[in-house]
């Protein structure tokens, strides 16, 4: 099942987004009942809650799969159906980026754009910046 880790760290931030998954899990199986008690107490009619049932089921189910609870096939054909579609692929973020820029008439530095076309917007953490001592003023 966890095969696919390589260290301590791997390991540590697999078991948060299991506790996680679990949790969602949880209340997903909290919502359905309760929306299923709701549907019965008004009468039945239309059966609204599967809606509710399908879509959230569909993101639990690639979320386990994700995980590797379940096959990986399916994330990983989904991953690719995403990969496919022209404003989720990983390089749209920096062609739109270069078509703003060049409709406002910039243009986008060559690092900026190595940076987005390779691994999207950057993950490093500005710094904050530094505060300007104070100079105190005498006054004689």
Not at 87 to 103: H, L
């Amino acid at each position: 099942m966890a095969q696919h880790l390589k260290n301590e760290k791997e390991v540590h931030h697999y078991v948060k987004f299991l506790k996680n998954f679990y949790g969602e899990l949880s209340v997903y199986v909290l919502s359905v009942t309760v929306s299923l008690i709701v549907w019965l107490l008004c009468g039945g009619g239309y059966f609204w809650p599967l809606w509710l049932i399908l879509i959230w089921g569909v993101i639990l189910a690639l979320k386990a799969s994700r995980l590797r609870i379940i096959t990986p096939a399916l994330y990983h054909g989904a991953h690719k159906l995403r990969e496919n579609l022209p404003f989720i692929r990983p390089q749209w973020e920096g062609e739109k980026t270069q078509e703003i820029m060049k409709s406002v008439g910039r243009a986008v530095s060559e690092t900026v754009r190595a940076e987005l076309k390779t691994k999207g917007p950057s993950t490093k953490k500005k710094s904050a910046p530094k505060k300007k001592a104070a100079k105190r003023v005498t006054k004689k």
